[in-house]
């Protein structure tokens, strides 16, 4: 199975101020078809998740641009810049590059 | 709107079954393969199973292969996830999400296995 790491496991950050979060696989996620199999998703507190970012770099419907994620076939990052109130939760990276799928263990983001 | 809306969960003896269903709207439920996920009470995020848009094709993780099936009704626009032979480990949030990117997550169905 294909083993995702995050880090950090929390992070606190100051309204305003932006955020990264890493995402690192344990192997490619570069598919045959050139398409990089990475995706995030953010959990708000007693909420279900949603998708942010979809094959690494593009983001989804009604996602604001302030949310951006790059990297390479291992390594990934999330950043979260000028962070608000409604980013505070959890957030996932995920692969659907073969099965089982896997998710990281998640990032909890909080505010200072 | 898109809106998936699970059903069917509670509280259930070891060994015994269940079965979930997610009914689907706002979107037409034929064209998108759909998956089931699941959430152990604060634990991350975990994949179950999946089945293709006309149902020809399910995959499960390992730890519910042949305890589970994923199924679907595409009249009825309607996912299901039989459970059997119930594991307390099993114990969990169960969510039903649109498509291979997951764009779009129900509210969660509980599912508790206890005695």
């Known amino acids: 199975d294909i083993v995702l790491t995050q880090a950090p496991l929390s992070v606190s950050v100051t309204p305003g101020e932006s955020a990264s979060i890493s995402c690192r696989s344990s192997k490619s996620l570069l598919s045959s078809k050139g398409i990089t199999s990475l995706y995030w998703y953010l959990q708000r507190p007693g909420k279900s998740p949603q998708l942010l970012i979809y094959q690494m770099s593009n983001l989804a419907s009604g996602v604001p641009d302030r949310f951006s994620s790059s990297g390479s076939e291992t390594d990934f990052t999330l950043k979260i810049s000028k962070v608000e109130t409604e980013d505070v939760g959890v957030y996932y990276c995920?692969?659907?590059?073969?099965?089982?799928?896997?998710f990281g263990a998640g990032t909890k983001l909080e505010l200072k | 709107e898109v809106q998936l809306v699970e059903s069917g969960g509670g509280l259930v003896q070891p060994g015994r079954s269940m079965k979930l269903s997610c009914a689907a709207s706002g979107f037409t439920f034929s064209n998108y393969g759909m998956a089931w996920v699941r959430q152990a009470p604060t634990k991350g995020l975990e994949w179950v199973a999946t089945?293709?848009?006309?149902?020809?094709?399910?995959y499960y993780r390992d730890s519910v292969k042949g305890r589970f099936t994923i199924s679907r009704d595409n009249a009825k626009s309607t996912l299901y996830l039989q459970m059997n032979s119930l594991r307390s480990e099993d114990t969990a949030t169960y969510y039903c999400t649109r498509g291979y990117k997951m764009d779009a997550w129900g509210q969660g169905a509980s599912v508790t296995v206890s005695s």
């Open positions: 089945i293709s848009y006309d149902g020809s094709s399910t």
């Open positions: 995920g692969h659907r590059l073969e099965y089982p799928y896997t």
